[in-house]
């Protein structure tokens, strides 16, 4: 039967085929440009060979929930949440946190905490690229999830 591939919940095992995304950030839909898709690099592969490396003993909580001092009071004041369990720890504290780089802005990035901040940065008219880190703010368990080209 043709139709829409059903949605998997997070929860869900594996099939052999990709699970679909359930974040719910606007920021990065206003980020991306719907006209040209390309350009939005998923860290998906990267950040599941991490948690199976965790989930077989080969790395410790101590090695991969690091969040660093910046990054944890960012993921408490300008995070969104994020529809998924953590992978770690399995805590429904998971939150998004995106930073944007390029010229004209601060050299540590500034946090894009909601949509005018993303209409402002597209409307600089000067290119940017932003980062979307996932981050657990109960065992601060991060990763970098997708990066893409913000211009004006």
Not at 9 to 24: E, H
Not at 82 to 103: H, K, M, Q, R
Request: hydrophobic residues 35%; glycine residues 6%; positive net charge.
């Amino acid at each position: 039967m043709v139709g829409r591939p059903q949605r998997l919940k997070p929860t869900d095992p594996p099939t052999g085929r990709c699970r679909a995304q359930s974040l719910t950030l606007s920021t990065v839909s206003l980020a991306r440009n719907t006209s040209s898709p390309a350009g939005v690099v998923s860290y998906r592969l990267a950040r599941q060979h991490l948690v199976d490396a965790f989930a077989r003993g080969r790395r410790t909580t101590e090695e991969i929930c690091d969040a660093q001092p910046e990054l944890r009071r960012v993921a408490h004041s300008c995070a969104t949440p994020i529809a998924e369990p953590c992978p770690i720890c399995e805590g429904d504290d998971l939150v998004a946190v995106t930073f944007a780089f390029g010229p004209g802005l601060p050299k540590h990035g500034r946090v894009l905490s909601d949509n005018a901040e993303m209409r402002k940065l597209r409307r600089r008219g000067r290119p940017a690229t932003c980062y979307l880190i996932e981050v657990c703010r109960q065992c601060w368990w991060n990763h970098l999830r997708e990066s893409y080209a913000v211009s004006g």
